[in-house]
Nanobody, 118 residues
Framework: VQLQASGGGLAQAGGSLRLSCSAS????????GRWYRQAPGNQRELVAT???????TYVDSVKGRFTISTDNTKKVVYLQMNNLKPEDTAVYYC?????????????WGQGTLVTVSS
């Protein structure tokens, strides 16, 4: 499985961005999708999680502003980010846990930079 993240960029405070994480390869099932972020000088932080059953969880700082979802094929994981704040500035990484020919596989996408200006 390979993941390709996209959608980062520059936004003003209060604006919106949508991140996408597309999976390729031979995939039998989707188990978990996650978005992490890492701001300069900080540790990587788990932002949002979605399970194969559609259960979602969020870090408190983004609740009510961010929404994690998947497409119908469950090969794309989205992170809709609304009402962005300067403190959301970070490199965002997607991570998935999928069932493949070789068993369950955890895969990381490359980071995508989100910059929020005040």
């Amino acid at each position: 499985v390979q993941l390709q993240a996209s959608g980062g960029g520059l936004a003003q405070a209060g604006g919106s961005l949508r991140l996408s994480c597309s999976a390729s390869g031979i995939i039998y099932g989707f188990n978990v999708g996650r978005w992490y972020r890492q701001a300069p000088g900080n540790q990587r932080e788990l932002v949002a999680t979605i399970t194969g059953g559609g259960t979602t969880t969020y870090v408190d700082s983004v609740k009510g502003r961010f929404t994690i979802s998947t497409d119908n094929t469950k090969k794309v994981v989205y992170l809709q980010m609304n009402n962005l704040k300067p403190e959301d500035t970070a490199v965002y990484y997607c991570n998935t846990d999928m069932s493949t020919f070789g068993g369950r596989q955890s895969t990381w996408g490359q980071g995508t930079l989100v910059t929020v200006s005040s």
